[in-house]
T-cell receptor, first 115, second 115 residues
Framework: QKEVEQNSGPLSVPEGAIASLNCTYS??????FFWYRQYSGKSPELIMF????GDKEDGRFTAQLNKASQYVSLLIRDSQPSDSATYLC???????????????FGGGTRVLVKP | EAGVAQSPRYKIIEKRQSVAFWCNPI?????LYWYQQILGQGPKLLIQ????????DSQLPKDRFSAERLKGVDSTLKIQPAKLEDSAVYLC?????????????FGPGTRLTVL
């Protein structure tokens, strides 16, 4: 069973601070790693993805990948109350029939940004 | 571009009844996914279609769940008979096979309550 693990939270951060979210995965063959944001009662929306070791920045978001440690993280700088949501880590696995991408999601980390 | 459409948005049934959900993906997206998201958990892939063929249904409870995508466009997911533990949000997603193929676009979901 390929697993993706996240701390369920809630992660409480003051407005303007950095929120740090972590995710570990079990399948060493995983290729790509995704962070989705899900507001309460809404569907997931993609924030960013990363597939190379190191950091990738997009606005206030930075994804960090360490394949040797099977670890991916998301940093949210200058956190805003509108960032309060559940953040889902998802890992893409190779499908032998090469038919699209299969994502395995973690359980999500709930983030609360307090004004 | 119109997003992924799903209907109904909400459904309440009693256990042992049947229910069906409909999904219309983004135009031109060859890959279609059905996910089950139980409250407090991440989405779990039930079935993945590439055009009208099934590429992964390993987590679909086939004794009660069925899905089809006959013309390679819209899809239906059926549960018969429903159990209490089927209460969840059923998410449909689609992705293209080129361009933004790494991204799955989610519909608004159908919230199922089984009493």
């Amino acid at each position: 069973q390929k697993e993706v693990e996240q701390n369920s939270g809630p992660l409480s951060v003051p407005e303007g601070a950095i929120a740090s979210l972590n995710c570990t995965y079990s399948d060493r063959g995983s290729q790509s790693f995704f962070w989705y944001r899900q507001y309460s009662g809404k569907s997931p929306e993609l924030i960013m993805f990363i597939y190379s070791n190191g950091d990738k920045e997009d606005g206030r978001f930075t994804a960090q990948l360490n394949k040797a440690s099977q670890y991916v993280s998301l940093l949210i700088r200058d956190s805003q109350p509108s960032d309060s949501a559940t953040y889902l880590c998802a890992v893409r696995s190779y499908m032998s029939n090469d038919a699209g991408n299969k994502l395995t999601f973690g359980g999500g980390t709930r983030v609360l940004v307090k004004p | 571009e119109a997003g992924v459409a799903q209907s109904p948005r909400y459904k309440i049934i009693e256990k042992r009844q049947s229910v069906a959900f409909w999904c219309n993906p983004i135009s031109g997206h060859a890959t279609l996914y059905w996910y089950q998201q139980i409250l407090g958990q991440g989405p779990k892939l039930l079935i993945q279609f590439q055009n009208n063929g099934v590429v992964d249904d390993s987590q679909l409870p086939k004794d009660r769940f069925s899905a089809e995508r006959l013309k390679g466009v819209d899809s239906t997911l059926k549960i018969q008979p429903a159990k209490l533990e089927d209460s969840a949000v059923y998410l449909c997603a689609s992705s293209p096979t080129s361009g933004r193929y790494n991204e799955q676009f989610f519909g608004p979901g159908t919230r199922l309550t089984v009493l």
